[in-house]
C-alpha cells in the first residue's frame, strides 16, 4: 500500500488552515467534477480530492494523517502503519458520506481511517442491521458499428466485498454484458445485484454501465441521428445524379436531384441508430472543385464564365 | 478467484422509460420539496404541461443536479444555469466536431 499525500493532493503546504483547505477544495472540485471537466483522468483526481478534504478539514483526522505522515514519509512511498499503532481519532463515520462514496476511497484511506467502517459495526451489533449495497458505476466504449447491431462484452471489473474481518476490499469479477442494438452516449445499462454487497439481509447493489459510442471515421453521431458527408462533382450538384451511399446498414441508392447546394442536407429517415423512434441519417452535400490541369479544362471553365452571369459575392459586397 | 457470470437481469434505461416524482424522490433519494424546487427553476421538465412523469433524461439531469449541488456547494439557481451552460458547450461541441468534418472533407 502507497503512502498518500493529501497535502499534495490538495496543493496545500502543510501550515494551511481551516479556510485555505475550504477554498482549496472549492477550486479543485470545480476543477475536476466529472460532470463540469473532460480532462482524461478527472474523475480520478476528484475521488483524490474529495479523500483528501475529508481527511484535513477534520482536525482529529489531520492531527492523526500528520503523525503519520512525519513516520512514513513521501508520496508514493510504501506505508506500513507504525508498529503499535491504533487510530485514535474518531475512525470513519459513515452518515458523513454518501454511500456512493465510502467504496471510492483508498486502499490507505480505509486502513488508516475505516476500522469502524459500517460493516464492521454491523457486525457488532446484537439487533440486525441492513444496508443495501452501494451501486457502482462504470464505463464501457464501443465503435458505432457495435451500437448499430449490439455485441456481447465481457467486463473486467474491481467489485468491492466485505472481508471476514469486516473491512471492505476489492475483487476482481469477469462478467459478461450483452449491448443491445441502439445504444447512444451516455446511455446507461444497469445490471441489478451486481453492485456492491450489501449488509445483513438487504439487496446487493447495482451495476451501472455508462456506454461511450466511439467516433467513427464515416458518421458524426448525434444522439440517435448520424450524419454522411457527400462530395459531388460541380456537374452533379448542377445536373443531379444517382449514387449509392453508404448507411449503418449498409449501402442504399440516392437520388441527388438538380441544382444541388453545399451545406444542403438530405434527412434518410430510420437509417440512424435502431430504437423507438429510430434516429435518421442526415447527408450532408457538399461540392469538391477540380483542379484546372488542362488547356482544355481551362476552356471549358472559360465557357462556363461566358454562359453565366453568376456573382457569388452578392450579398458580401466584395468586387472584381 | 474470478467468477464469471452470464446474468439476464439487464435494464436499459432509455429514451422509453418515464418516472414519477415519487420513484424520482426514491431514485435520488430527495426529499420531495427539492425535487419541487428543482422543476420549479427548470432544471427539470415534465413530458407535458398536465403530466407528472419525467423521462430517462431528466432522471439523469436530476442525478448531474444533486451531485452538482452536494459537491459543489452551487444552490438551486446556480445549478440550472450550469445544466444550461454545460447543455451548450456540448452543443456547440457537436456542432464543432461535425464542421471540422465538413472542412476536412
Same mark, same amino acid.
Given at each position: #500500500?502507497?503512502?498518500?499525500?493529501?497535502?499534495?493532493? #490538495?496543493?496545500?503546504?502543510? *501550515?494551511?488552515? $481551516?479556510?485555505?483547505?475550504?477554498?482549496?477544495? =472549492?477550486?479543485?472540485?470545480?476543477?475536476?467534477?466529472p460532470d463540469v471537466s473532460k480532462e482524461a483522468n478527472s474523475e480520478e483526481r476528484f475521488k483524490e480530492v474529495g479523500e483528501a478534504y475529508q481527511v484535513l478539514k477534520d482536525p482529529d483526522r489531520r492531527r492523526e494523517y500528520d503523525e503519520l505522515?512525519?513516520?512514513?514519509?513521501?508520496?508514493?512511498?510504501?506505508?506500513?502503519?507504525?508498529?503499535? +499503532?491504533?487510530?485514535?481519532?474518531?475512525?470513519?463515520?459513515?452518515? !458523513?458520506? /454518501?454511500?456512493?462514496?465510502? $467504496?471510492?476511497?483508498?486502499?490507505?484511506?480505509?486502513?488508516?481511517?475505516?476500522?469502524?467502517?459500517? @460493516? @464492521? =459495526?454491523? *457486525?457488532? !451489533?446484537?439487533?440486525?442491521?441492513?444496508? =443495501?449495497?452501494?451501486?457502482?458505476?462504470?464505463?464501457?466504449?464501443? /465503435?458505432?458499428?457495435?451500437?448499430?447491431?449490439?455485441?456481447?462484452?465481457?467486463?473486467?471489473?474491481?467489485?468491492?466485498?466485505?472481508?471476514?474481518?469486516?473491512?471492505?476490499?476489492?475483487?476482481?469479477?469477469?462478467?459478461?454484458? =450483452?449491448?443491445?442494438?441502439?445504444?447512444?452516449?451516455?446511455?446507461?445499462?444497469?445490471?441489478?445485484?451486481?453492485?456492491?454487497?450489501?449488509?445483513? *439481509?438487504?439487496?446487493?447493489?447495482?451495476?451501472?454501465?455508462?456506454?461511450?459510442?466511439?467516433?467513427?471515421?464515416?458518421?458524426?453521431?448525434?444522439?440517435?441521428?448520424?450524419?454522411?458527408?457527400?462530395?459531388?462533382?460541380?456537374?452533379? $450538384?448542377?445536373?443531379?445524379?444517382?449514387?449509392?451511399?453508404?448507411?449503418?446498414?449498409?449501402?442504399?441508392?440516392?437520388?441527388?436531384?438538380?441544382?444541388?447546394?453545399?451545406?444542403?442536407?438530405?434527412?434518410?429517415?430510420?437509417?440512424?441508430?435502431?430504437?423507438?423512434?429510430?434516429? *435518421?441519417?442526415?447527408?450532408?452535400?457538399?461540392?469538391?472543385?477540380?483542379?484546372?490541369?488542362?488547356?482544355?479544362?481551362?476552356?471549358?471553365?472559360?465557357?462556363?464564365?461566358?454562359? +453565366?452571369?453568376?456573382?457569388?459575392?452578392?450579398?458580401?459586397?466584395?468586387?472584381? | 478467484?474470478?467468477?464469471?457470470?452470464r446474468h439476464n437481469a439487464i435494464d436499459i434505461q432509455g429514451e422509453d422509460q418515464s418516472y414519477s416524482l415519487s420513484e424520482l424522490q426514491e431514485i435520488c433519494r430527495l426529499e420531495q420539496h427539492r425535487i419541487i424546487e428543482l422543476i420549479e427553476?427548470?432544471?427539470?421538465?415534465?413530458?407535458?404541461?398536465?403530466?407528472?412523469?419525467?423521462?430517462?433524461? &431528466?432522471?439523469?439531469?436530476?442525478?448531474?443536479?444533486?451531485?452538482? &449541488?452536494?459537491?459543489?456547494?452551487?444552490?438551486?439557481?446556480?445549478?440550472?444555469?450550469?445544466?444550461?451552460?454545460?447543455?451548450?458547450?456540448? &452543443?456547440?461541441?457537436?456542432?464543432?466536431?461535425?464542421?471540422?468534418?465538413?472542412?476536412?472533407?
Amino acid at each position: #500500500m502507497k503512502f498518500i499525500d493529501y497535502y499534495k493532493i #490538495m496543493e496545500l503546504d502543510e *501550515s494551511a488552515v $481551516a479556510d485555505e483547505i475550504k477554498r482549496s477544495y =472549492r477550486k479543485l472540485a470545480r476543477k475536476y467534477h466529472p460532470d463540469v471537466s473532460k480532462e482524461a483522468n478527472s474523475e480520478e483526481r476528484f475521488k483524490e480530492v474529495g479523500e483528501a478534504y475529508q481527511v484535513l478539514k477534520d482536525p482529529d483526522r489531520r492531527r492523526e494523517y500528520d503523525e503519520l505522515r512525519k513516520y512514513s514519509g513521501s508520496a508514493g512511498a510504501e506505508f506500513t502503519p507504525p508498529p503499535g +499503532w491504533q487510530p485514535h481519532a474518531s475512525g470513519f463515520d459513515p452518515g !458523513q458520506y /454518501s454511500s456512493a462514496d465510502e $467504496a471510492d476511497f483508498s486502499d490507505f484511506f480505509e486502513q488508516i481511517f475505516a476500522n469502524h467502517s459500517a @460493516h @464492521h =459495526r454491523a *457486525s457488532n !451489533q446484537q439487533t440486525e442491521f441492513s444496508v =443495501r449495497g452501494q451501486d457502482l458505476n462504470t464505463h464501457f466504449s464501443l /465503435s458505432l458499428r457495435d451500437a448499430y447491431v449490439g455485441t456481447t462484452v465481457t467486463l473486467k471489473l474491481l467489485i468491492p466485498e466485505y472481508a471476514p474481518d469486516g473491512s471492505l476490499r476489492q475483487k476482481e469479477k469477469s462478467l459478461q454484458v =450483452r449491448i443491445p442494438s441502439g445504444v447512444v452516449n451516455g446511455q446507461k445499462i444497469r445490471l441489478r445485484g451486481q453492485g456492491g454487497p450489501a449488509i445483513g *439481509s438487504a439487496n446487493p447493489g447495482d451495476l451501472y454501465i455508462e456506454i461511450a459510442v466511439q467516433e467513427d471515421e464515416q458518421f458524426h453521431l448525434d444522439g440517435k441521428n448520424v450524419t454522411y458527408l457527400l462530395p459531388l462533382a460541380p456537374w452533379e $450538384a448542377a445536373l443531379g445524379v444517382k449514387l449509392q451511399v453508404p448507411t449503418l446498414g449498409g449501402p442504399i441508392n440516392l437520388t441527388i436531384p438538380p441544382n444541388a447546394k453545399a451545406g444542403q442536407k438530405l434527412r434518410l429517415k430510420g437509417r440512424g441508430l435502431p430504437g423507438k423512434p429510430s434516429g *435518421s441519417q442526415f447527408v450532408v452535400l457538399s461540392i469538391a472543385l477540380p483542379e484546372v490541369k488542362n488547356d482544355e479544362q481551362r476552356e471549358a471553365y472559360e465557357a462556363l464564365s461566358r454562359l +453565366w452571369t453568376f456573382n457569388p459575392r452578392e450579398k458580401s459586397g466584395a468586387k472584381i | 478467484m474470478n467468477s464469471h457470470d452470464r446474468h439476464n437481469a439487464i435494464d436499459i434505461q432509455g429514451e422509453d422509460q418515464s418516472y414519477s416524482l415519487s420513484e424520482l424522490q426514491e431514485i435520488c433519494r430527495l426529499e420531495q420539496h427539492r425535487i419541487i424546487e428543482l422543476i420549479e427553476y427548470e432544471v427539470i421538465v415534465a413530458e407535458s404541461e398536465d403530466s407528472n412523469r419525467f423521462s430517462y433524461v &431528466q432522471l439523469n439531469r436530476l442525478k448531474t443536479a444533486c451531485r452538482l &449541488q452536494r459537491d459543489l456547494e452551487i444552490n438551486t439557481p446556480g445549478v440550472a444555469l450550469a445544466l444550461d451552460l454545460l447543455d451548450t458547450i456540448e &452543443q456547440l461541441k457537436n456542432d464543432i466536431g461535425l464542421l471540422r468534418r465538413i472542412h476536412d472533407s
